[in-house]
């Protein structure tokens, strides 16, 4: 043991750490503000990836639960970032839900036309042209979530892909997730995903599949109303979340996900 | 030691005249002149000149009292004008002296201490001082003296060109009233009602017995009267300039060069706000281009249009200006600023001048609580947000920012929003915050999440099959199918429709949608969709999905 503890001294006195056990600090969470959901998952970790999943086309209540936990987190005067890869989100929905818009920044990804680039420039001498050509939205969204994780002073930078098709996100090579994971366990922010598919696997702090939703409708009393259209009107949507993968809580404690009805502004 | 002074009798009136001097050919100096300052509805008169004074003008009147005063020219008073006109009488001083004090408007002492050998006896100094303010266009009395504060004196009380040598002050001073000295209100008072009306009769009194009635005041006062008061000029200084500007030989093509040239202006600038404890956040850079219009190509080709520097498309000169939330005093982020709106706008030709201009502001002194939550600093913000907007653009179709913070409009319209780049909280959010931990328990007790809507933008174009009428009430065709993206969906459910429009006066921004909810079934998937129908086209979209 003598001879070990020796060996241990002399690597480490060339190798500082060489031999120390990497740890992981203990996640402190953010709640979403679904009571059933944070019984279920605890809260979305801080300083961690995390990635909602869900098939495109799908109404799954992704948004809707992305929208509350930003609702929260402004509520109490922390900011948060939406990259938003499809240019989707609804400022006139997140709104009434409770997102203080002053406390969010949304960078809008699409098809932007680069400035134009006059015959004499200086940028177009020195090269810059390769540089200044048109990102696909996916990329966009990865550059633009790069410069926020580096930048700091947000304590949400969430990512929606929903609208990426999947073969393009399978492309993102899995250095990039790894490299994200280890960037934001540095931070007090959590750094949230909304794919179609867990593309970042195990460098996911929590990854929360959400399956498709069921509608709710008014209440249709009898069958003469049930056949007019516009006396009843959609009442809600029954969503199922289910925890893929999770750092906070090990073994599983439910086969069950955690269901939460998602309620539109008129019902 | 010996100090000048340059009084100019009836400032605010010479002061309205100096600019009509210089613009207009006509000349009021010989007129009788009144300035009126005051609130449009109690105008008076503020000052007057010698002649209106004996048109009998008296200050204090009000216009009405002054308009009855034949042959009296009324001016407005306007602090421009005196700022230049005391900006002149400075210009005028600095021909005489580098020391110069602005010590009121329309007064300037300045230090001419050895300025004899150059300039001539005093006499001939005052001579010059009085031809020197004549050439600026002041009717101004002039005074040399050993001290500031008798020379002082001497060119508020005696007209004209006057001389006091060293150690005769009291004497040649004596005559003057003491409303020269400007004694306060209560003081001049008590002087009057001891019967003491000028300098010689102050000067005589016994100092202690003086003290002990008027304190230290009145014996300053003495003193002044007495010039025996002797102390150091307070030299003015010119208003700060904030702006460095560099002519390079050999024009610059490529960005990277440019942002060295930027970088040394920057810090020219930035110490000098640091020296005067002032930040910035304005900044404006100037690029003047070379545009070469090729003469020798055009006598070539005689068709090609005619290479005239007037008629070049390209502007000369390339200006960009730069707003922050908040004043820094960080060179390396009004740098990278510069930067990144470089890479986003370059200049269209080479730069053969740069020219940055700062315009100054107080440094930021508030600091953010210990125990608030994360928040991006400003400064650094402002980077992120160039960096963004680099990354991702910054408009999109609709000419709305694609890096911001959203705002929604005062609009019923579908999608009306604003992204501001500055966050700016509604009222409705602060009232929130400020109801503070009732609202935290309000939200905290939700019983659900409200639902949102995933929008495409634009709306997709989708084909629409309906089943047939329903039998009454409704009457209604309801959706049965929709073709967007390339798919045929069924709908298992819908409801609807709901009726939406606005802007009906306008012709161009008028809009009317019939909306409905529907539940479609696309490849297995099911999905909660809103679609519309446009009332004036016919044409159906698909607006969003819930989720």
């Known amino acids: 043991m003598a001879s070990l503890a020796v060996i241990r001294a002399q690597v480490e006195s060339r190798l500082p750490g060489a031999l120390t056990v990497y740890e992981r600090a203990a996640h402190e969470v953010f709640p979403t503000g679904i009571a059933a959901l944070d019984r279920h998952i605890g809260g979305i970790p801080q300083s961690a990836l995390t990635q909602f999943c869900t098939p495109a086309g799908m109404s799954s209540g992704k948004t809707s639960l992305l929208v509350s936990l930003m609702s929260q987190m402004t509520r109490r005067e922390q900011f948060c970032a939406l990259v938003d890869a499809g240019d989707c989100f609804d400022p006139s929905s997140a709104e009434p839900a409770g997102v203080n818009l002053a406390r969010l920044l949304w960078i809008r990804c699409g098809n932007s036309v680069c400035a134009s680039i006059p015959e004499r420039t200086p940028s177009a001498r020195s090269g810059d042209l390769a540089a200044r050509r048109k990102l696909s939205p996916l990329e966009q969204a990865f550059k633009a979530a790069d410069i926020l994780v580096q930048n700091g002073g947000f304590s949400l930078i969430a990512v929606d892909l929903g609208n990426v098709e999947e073969k393009l996100v399978r492309k993102v090579p899995l250095t990039t997730w790894f490299r994200f994971a280890r960037v934001i366990e540095k931070m007090p922010a959590a750094l949230l995903f909304l794919m179609p598919f867990p593309a970042a696997q195990s460098c996911a702090g929590l990854t929360l599949h959400l399956a498709c939703a069921e509608p709710r409708w008014s209440a249709m009393k009898n069958q003469e109303t049930k056949q007019i259209s516009h006396a009843q009107f959609f009442a809600g949507l029954l969503c199922e979340a289910e925890i893929g993968r999770s750092r906070l809580r090990k073994p599983m404690q439910s086969a069950n996900g955690a269901r939460f009805t998602a309620i539109p502004r008129w019902a | ?547």
């Open chain 2, 1 to 547: 030691m010996l100090f000048g002074c340059i009084h100019v009798p009836d400032f605010p009136v010479q002061a309205a005249l100096h600019m009509e001097m210089e613009t207009e050919s006509v000349s009021f100096k010989n007129n009788a002149i009144a300035v009126l300052d005051g609130p449009e509805s109690l105008l008076k008169i503020f000052s007057c000149n010698e002649q209106a004074r004996q048109a009998g003008i008296v200050i204090g009147m009000t216009k009405l009292q002054a308009e009855a005063c034949p042959g009296v020219v009324l001016r407005r008073r306007m602090a421009e004008l005196e700022t230049a006109a005391q900006s002149d009488l400075l210009a005028c001083a600095y021909g005489f002296s580098p020391r110069v004090e602005s010590t009121a408007p329309g007064t300037v002492i300045f230090d001419l201490t050895g300025g004899e050998r150059l300039l001539g006896s005093q006499p001939e100094i005052g001579k010059q001082l009085a031809a020197s303010a004549e050439e600026f266009g002041f009717t101004a009395n002039t005074a040399l003296a050993a001290n500031a504060d008798a020379a002082l004196h001497a060119a508020r009380g005696f007209a004209g060109i006057t001389v006091i040598a060293d150690g005769l002050e009291a004497l040649r001073l004596a005559s003057l009233p003491v409303e020269v000295l400007e004694p306060a209100p209560e003081i001049l008072d008590t002087l009057d009602s001891w019967g003491i009306r000028n300098f010689k009769s102050l000067a005589a009194l016994p100092s202690v017995p003086l003290t002990q009635r008027l304190g230290q005041p009145g014996l300053h006062l003495q003193r002044l009267a007495r010039g025996e008061v002797r102390r150091e000029l307070v030299p003015a200084e010119p208003p700060p300039s904030f702006q460095e500007s560099v002519e390079l030989e050999e024009s610059v093509e490529l960005l990277e060069p440019l942002g060295f040239v930027i970088n040394r202006l920057l810090h020219e600038l930035i110490s000098r706000l640091r020296e005067r404890s002032l930040a910035t956040d304005h900044l404006q850079l100037d690029l003047m281009l070379e545009i070469h219009c090729d003469h020798q190509l055009h006598s070539q080709n005689p068709q090609a249009p005619a290479a005239d520097p007037a008629a070049s498309p390209l502007p000369a000169l390339h200006r960009r200006t730069l707003k922050l939330p908040v004043p820094t005093q960080d060179g390396k982020v009004l740098l990278k600023l510069l930067q990144l709106d470089l890479a986003g706008h370059p200049p269209p030709a080479p730069v053969k001048k740069v020219s940055v201009e700062v315009f100054p502001a107080r440094v930021r002194t508030t600091q953010s609580g210990l125990f608030q939550p994360l928040a991006p600093e400003p400064a650094q913000l402002e980077i992120t947000l160039a960096r963004l907007r680099a990354a991702v653009g910054e408009k999109d179709d609709h000419d709305r920012d694609r890096v911001g913070f959203p705002t929604n409009t005062d609009s019923h319209r579908p999608d009306s929003f604003q992204v501001l780049a500055r966050a700016e909280e509604s009222t409705d959010a602060k009232r929130g915050r400020n109801r503070g931990g009732q609202q935290k328990e309000i939200l905290e007790c939700l019983p659900a999440p409200q639902l949102v809507l995933r929008r495409f933008r634009p709306p997709l174009a989708a084909y629409v099959e309906c089943s047939p009428p329903a039998p009454a009430p409704s009457k209604s065709e309801i959706p049965a199918a929709v073709i967007f993206n390339g798919a045929r969906a069924k709908v298992v459910h819908a409801c609807g429709p709901w009726r939406s429009s606005g802007l009906w006066w306008d012709q161009s921004g008028r809009w009317q949608h019939d909306e409905w909810d529907v539940a479609l079934s696309l490849n297995g998937v099911a999905g909660l969709y809103r679609i519309f129908r446009d009332a004036q086209s016919g044409q159906w979209f698909v607006e969003g999905m819930y989720d």
